[in-house]
C-alpha cells in the first residue's frame, strides 16, 4: 500500500558547485492515503509530497525518495514571488 507523506522544507544550504540543496532539514506534517488529500493539506511551496510504501524502512539518514515533488512550488514561481528561483 502507497501512503503520500507531507514534509515542509525548514532549511538548507544550496551549494552552487553542485547545483543541488545540502543538510536539509524537513518536518513532517502528515501521512494521508492519497495523493490528492496530501496536496490539499499542503500550505505552501515549501511542503514536498512523497509516495511512501507502507512498513518500509530506511536504512540510511538521508534519504532521497523516488517521486517526490513540492505541488505548489510551480505556482509560486510564476506569481513572482519566488526573487530567488534558479532557471
Known amino acids: ?7 515542509r522544507f525548514v532549511k538548507g544550504i544550496w551549494d552552487e558547485r ?14 494521508f492515503d492519497n495523493e ?6 499542503c500550505r505552501d511551496h515549501n511542503n514536498v509530497i512523497s509516495p ?6 530506511f536504512l540510511e ?14 505556482d509560486f514561481i510564476e506569481d513572482g514571488d519566488n ?3 534558479k532557471e
Open 1 to 7: 500500500m502507497i501512503v503520500w507523506l507531507v514534509q
Open 18 to 31: 553542485k547545483q543541488e540543496w545540502d543538510d536539509c532539514v524537513f518536518k513532517v506534517t502528515g501521512i
Open 36 to 41: 490528492q488529500k496530501a496536496i490539499d493539506a
Open 52 to 57: 511512501i510504501e507502507l512498513n518500509y524502512r
Open 61 to 74: 539518514e538521508r534519504v532521497n525518495i523516488p517521486g517526490a515533488y513540492y505541488p505548489l512550488a510551480k
Open 83 to 85: 526573487k530567488n528561483a
